[in-house]
C-alpha cells in the first residue's frame, strides 16, 4: 500500500491518534523515542508541520530510524525553520517591551513565548502573534508606540494582540492577576507574565473555548502539570465558575488520556474518572484533519445558491452545520458526560435551522 493510499484511507480520527503518539511525553527533558512506522508518520507530516508541532515531533523520532527517512527530514527542516523563526519572534518581542509607554503600561504576556519557557527547550513552541494584556487606561498609548514600529522581518514578524480584558479569566480581578503573576528574564530585559495557577486556569479554558482543536495547547497543559513549582495553589487555581472549573478537570483528564501526561501532582478526588469518549473523538478529528491548521477556516456554502445551483448538495451543506459537540456544549454551558455533546449538538442545530431555513427561504422567494 503506497504512502497516498494509506493517507486516503485513514480517518480523521485515526489520524488524530497517530499525532497524539508522536507527541506523548514530547515536552519532558528526555522523551521515549517514538514506535511508528514511516508510512504512519507521513500520512501526518503536513499537519506536524502546518500545525506548528514538528518541533516536538521530532523530539521523539530524532533518536529513531525514522530521523532518516524522508518524513523524518522533512520534520527537521521544519524544526529547523521553527527555531529561527522563534528567534525572530523573541527579538520582535523585546523590541515591543523596550517602549517606554510598554514598559511603563506593565503589561502581562499571554502564551506565546511565556508558555515557551515551560519547555525544556523553549524553541519547540511555536507561536504566531503576541498577546499583551493591559489596563484600559493604557490602551491608547501603547496602541499608538505601537504603530511606529518597524519590524526587522516583515515576512517573519508577530502581530501584536493587545487585549484589555482576560476573556477565559473572567473572574480574576486585575489585583488578583497581578498579585499571582511572575516576572521572566529576556536577554535585554524582563516581561511579567501570568503566574502558574492562573496560566493553567487559562489554557485549559482557551482550549476548550476553541474546540482543543490545537494539539500545541494540550501539550502546553501537559508541561504545566508535570512541572508545577512548589507551593501551586489548587484553591486559587480552581476557584471562579463551577463549569469553567470542571472544564479545567476534564482537560487534566483528556491531557492523560491522549498523551499520557502524568496527573500525579493534581488534585485526584477532583478529577474525573475519564472523558465521555465522544469529547475524545471531536477533539482528535480536529487534530487529524489538515484543514483544520489553514487560517482562516472557509465558510459553508450559502444554502440558497445550493439550492438555486445544486439543490443534490443540499444535505452536505447542512452536513457543513451540524455543530462540533464541544461548541454546543460549551454555548449552553452543560456539564459533559456521555450523552450532553450529542444532546447538545442536535439542540444547537435545531435552534440554529429555525433561524437560518426561513432567512434563506425568504431571500429566495425574492426574485430580481
Given at each position: 500500500m503506497t504512502d497516498a493510499t494509506l493517507e486516503a484511507r485513514t480517518r480523521p480520527v485515526e489520524r488524530g491518534w497517530l499525532v497524539a503518539s508522536v507527541l506523548s511525553g514530547a515536552w519532558r527533558a528526555k522523551p521515549e523515542p517514538v514506535s511508528m512506522t514511516e508510512a504512519q508518520l507521513r500520512t501526518i507530516v503536513p499537519i506536524l508541520v502546518r500545525g506548528g508541532t514538528a518541533a516536538l515531533a521530532w523530539r521523539r523520532i530524532r533518536e529513531t530510524p525514522l530521523a532518516a527517512t524522508d518524513a523524518g527530514r522533512e520534520i527537521q527542516t521544519a524544526r529547523r525553520i521553527q527555531a529561527a523563526e522563534a528567534a525572530?519572534?523573541?527579538?520582535?518581542?523585546?523590541?515591543?517591551?523596550?517602549?517606554?509607554?510598554?514598559?511603563?503600561?506593565?503589561?502581562v504576556l499571554l502564551k506565546g513565548w511565556a508558555h515557551g519557557q515551560l519547555y525544556s527547550e523553549p524553541a519547540v513552541r511555536h507561536y504566531t502573534d503576541i498577546d499583551l494584556l493591559i489596563q484600559p487606561a493604557f490602551l491608547e498609548p501603547v496602541s499608538q508606540a505601537l504603530a511606529t514600529l518597524v519590524p526587522a522581518d516583515p515576512a517573519r514578524s508577530a502581530p501584536i494582540d493587545l487585549q484589555t480584558e482576560a476573556k477565559d479569566l473572567p473572574e480574576r480581578s486585575w489585583a488578583q492577576l497581578l498579585g499571582h503573576s511572575r516576572v521572566l528574564a529576556l536577554p535585554s530585559g524582563r516581561v511579567r507574565a501570568l503566574g502558574f495557577e492562573d496560566t493553567l486556569r487559562l489554557s485549559c479554558i482557551h482550549?476548550?473555548?476553541?474546540l482543543g482543536f490545537h494539539p500545541l495547547w494540550l501539550c502546553d497543559v501537559s508541561v504545566l502539570v508535570e512541572n508545577l513549582p512548589s507551593g501551586f495553589d489548587?484553591?486559587?487555581?480552581?476557584?471562579g465558575d463551577r463549569r469553567r472549573t470542571d472544564w479545567l478537570l476534564a482537560v487534566l483528564r483528556l491531557a492523560n488520556q491522549t498523551l499520557g501526561t502524568r496527573l500525579d501532582r493534581c488534585p485526584?478526588?477532583?478529577?474525573?474518572?475519564a472523558v465521555p469518549p465522544w469529547m475524545v473523538r471531536a477533539m482528535l478529528r480536529w487534530w487529524g484533519n489538515e484543514a483544520t491548521y489553514i487560517y482562516p477556516w472557509?465558510?459553508?456554502?450559502?444554502i440558497g445558491s445550493v439550492v438555486k445551483d445544486d439543490p443534490r448538495q443540499l444535505l452536505r451543506v447542512f452536513a457543513d452545520r451540524w455543530p462540533d459537540p464541544l461548541q454546543a456544549v460549551g454555548r449552553y454551558s452543560w456539564p459533559l458526560n456521555r450523552v450532553s455533546g450529542r444532546v447538545a449538538q442536535v439542540r444547537d442545530f435545531v435552534s440554529r435551522a429555525l433561524t437560518w431555513v426561513p432567512r434563506h427561504a425568504r431571500r429566495g422567494a425574492v426574485k430580481p
Open positions: 525572530i519572534r523573541q527579538a520582535d518581542l523585546e523590541q515591543v517591551l523596550a517602549l517606554e509607554a510598554v514598559r511603563t503600561a506593565d503589561p482550549m476548550m473555548r476553541h489548587w484553591d486559587y487555581c480552581l476557584n485526584g478526588r477532583r478529577l474525573p474518572r472557509p465558510l459553508p456554502d450559502s
